[in-house]
């Protein structure tokens, strides 16, 4: 009404565009997967519409074919995300790669197939959506899709998918050790952003009258990407704030300016290098100079409710290394190793650097397989499956460095935690699960020498390196395992930040009634908090008894201080 039909017909192009650059808004910017060929489902998803609408006239049926070509596209894009993320955890090149690749591939055959597509023509001939008109009423279902995806993407800004993904994207290990199989997560979040692509195409089909090669290859892909990342990747808006403006630009610049994709390409360059959250995060830093309250958000007091009980059972059991033999290349990392621990109590495993210590843990969670040998825990093999499936198993890991999330306050730490194990599908989607408690967090958060309670505000990056510690150990406590793996969980503590670490330790295994095998070189931790004690040297076994039977044993003490021949 204000700036007349072109400019509308204009605008909602460049919506069109904008919801399907909050798909990649939404893979990069949470998930941390960069797809560089979303113009792929985009492009199927146009050449689809218009097939269906040259060949169907119900409007009805035209719903229904769209709605079966965006779950259609859903299912390949989760098979296709399930397949390259499943085998490694550092897929993400590959798979922007592979999905590169796949949208020129279609662009060729967009081409080639002209019996389907038109070839190089395009695909023509086709009514709008309802007979809409592309230069009037058409504007609005834009704008109402475009309002509709917006919503629904803030509103899972709030809820604890939101989480998941944040944390998958900061620390994918962490994830695995807590039990979530990331693999399906990225998948799952590749399918959300390729159902929004073919709504984008869906709609476009109807506003252009005409689907090319051009709509499904590498140059769409790449200017989808770069419209989210001028606009911001990290916010709701930021892809359709992208779109209007460089749509808007190129359009003016086109006619007046022969080098106005290099000018744009400049642009893009800086804002990436100077604002990685793009226009968005400058407009938002902004408002808050101007408007400091207005996008401020007020700290209340900690809810807790009661989290539901874990999904998996929890039994105690021994743990049992039958001749475990560990070779990469030409090095043996564990040679012959054999033990039998017992269901419950502490066990620390000592020995110098280098004898396998770290590696013995690795095995038990998965991140390392074991050449040849079995690993058995509660009377079932567990060396031949994957970290996610550790948790499962009744397992959890506090590594040697302390590894959280450190873009997430210390809350939202342990939110993802208390998830691990307990959140069924519905969960994700109830902002009552971000308050689940359980015995073993509040045991150890209410204590009144952890220094965690008046910050769990804070994001984990400020916290100093013993509150980080403290934080890692209360996640993975969360948990409830019952068998509970600690790398040298005392490094970096104060002597008084010590005490407690093994205090908190030992109240863990009293309460869980479980196994915690801890690593460990200091020798008075040892002896304060060990039922018995294992020795490594060379990737083997060299001695395993109380701590006095390992005090004196003269192997032992040649190892540590030197033998004589």
């Given at each position: 009404?204000?700036?007349?039909?072109?400019?509308?017909?204009q605008l909602g192009l460049y919506l069109i565009y904008g919801i399907t650059a909050q798909g990649v808004g939404f893979l990069w910017g949470k998930a941390g997967v960069l797809p560089l060929g979303q113009a792929l489902f985009f492009g199927v998803s146009a050449y689809s519409t218009g097939i269906i609408f040259q060949n169907v006239d119900s409007l009805s049926l035209h719903l229904v074919f769209a709605i079966l070509t965006l779950a259609i596209l859903g299912v390949v894009a989760y098979v296709i995300a399930a397949v390259v993320f499943k085998r490694r955890t550092n897929s993400g090149p590959y798979f922007s790669l592979i999905t590169l690749a796949l949208a020129m591939i279609v662009e060729q055959l967009a081409g080639t197939t002209t019996h389907?597509?038109?070839?190089?023509?395009?695909?023509?001939?086709?009514?709008?959506?309802?007979?809409?008109?592309?230069?009037?009423?058409?504007?609005?279902?834009?704008?109402?899709?475009?309002?509709?995806?917006?919503?629904?993407?803030?509103?899972?800004?709030?809820?604890?998918?939101?989480?998941?993904?944040?944390?998958?994207?900061?620390?994918?290990?962490?994830?695995?050790?807590?039990?979530?199989?990331?693999?399906?997560?990225?998948?799952?979040?590749?399918?959300?952003?390729?159902?929004?692509?073919g709504l984008g195409g869906w709609l476009f089909a109807s506003h252009q009258g005409i689907v090319t090669p051009t709509s499904t290859g590498f140059a769409l892909s790449a200017e989808l990407v770069i419209i989210t990342a001028v606009g911001g990747r990290f916010h709701v808006f930021g892809p359709l704030?992208?779109?209007?403006?460089?749509?808007?630009?190129?359009?003016?610049?086109?006619?007046?300016?022969?080098?106005?994709?290099?000018?744009?390409?400049?642009?893009?360059?800086?804002v990436v290098l100077k604002a990685k959250g793009g226009l968005a995060e400058l407009i938002v830093v902004f408002l808050d100079k101007i408007f400091p309250k207005l996008l401020?958000?007020?700290?209340?007091?900690?809810?807790?409710?009661?989290?539901?009980?874990?999904?998996?059972?929890?039994?105690?059991?021994?743990?049992?290394?039958c001749d475990v033999h560990l070779q990469i290349g030409v090095v043996k990392i564990l040679d012959g190793v054999s033990f039998v621990l017992p269901e419950s109590g502490i066990v620390s495993v000592i020995g110098p650097n280098g004898a396998g210590k770290t590696t013995i843990l690795n095995t038990i969670t998965g991140n390392l397989f074991p050449t040849t040998g079995s690993i058995n825990f509660e009377g079932k093999r567990i060396d031949k499956r994957p970290p996610y499936a550790a948790l499962k198993s009744s397992i959890g890991r506090?590594?040697?460095?302390?590894?959280?999330?450190?873009?997430?306050?210390?809350?939202?730490?342990?939110?993802?935690?208390?998830?691990?194990g307990r959140a069924r599908v519905p969960d994700y989607f109830k902002r009552s699960t971000l308050t689940w408690y359980n015995s073993a967090l509040t045991n150890i958060i209410d204590h009144p020498n952890v220094p965690l309670k008046t910050a769990l505000n804070k994001t984990a990056q400020t916290l100093s390196q013993g509150h980080r510690q403290f934080l890692e150990f209360a996640m993975t406590a969360a948990t409830e395992p019952k068998l509970l793996l600690l790398d040298e969980p005392c490094a970096g503590l104060s002597s008084e930040e010590t005490s407690l670490m093994t205090e908190l330790v030992r109240e863990f295994q009293s309460q869980s009634d479980g196994l915690v095998v801890m690593v460990e070189h200091?020798?008075?931790?040892?002896?304060?908090?060990?039922?018995?004690?294992?020795?490594l040297h060379q990737g083997r076994v060299l001695s395993f008894g109380s701590f006095l039977e390992i005090k004196n044993n003269t192997e032992v003490q040649a190892v540590y201080a030197g033998g004589t021949k």
């Open positions: 009404m204000l700036l007349g039909d072109f400019v509308a017909y389907i597509t038109g070839g190089f023509n395009g695909l023509y001939g086709f009514d709008s959506i309802a007979g809409l008109d592309p230069f009037g009423s058409l504007y609005y279902l834009i704008v109402v899709c475009s309002v509709s995806v917006t919503l629904l993407l803030m509103i899972l800004n709030t809820l604890p998918i939101n989480l998941i993904a944040k944390a998958v994207s900061e620390n994918e290990p962490r994830m695995q050790l807590l039990g979530f199989p990331t693999y399906a997560l990225k998948a799952q979040a590749f399918a959300f952003s390729a159902i929004i692509a704030i992208g779109a209007v403006v460089f749509g808007f630009l190129a359009s003016e610049m086109r006619d007046n300016f022969v080098y106005w994709e290099l000018l744009l390409a400049v642009v893009f360059i800086v401020s958000i007020s700290s209340n007091e900690f809810v807790r409710t009661a989290a539901p009980p874990s999904n998996r059972v929890l039994k105690a059991g021994n743990l049992i290394f506090k590594q040697q460095v302390p590894s959280v999330f450190f873009s997430l306050s210390a809350s939202d730490n342990l939110a993802v935690a208390m998830m691990a200091d020798m008075s931790i040892v002896e304060a908090i060990s039922d018995k004690v294992l020795v």
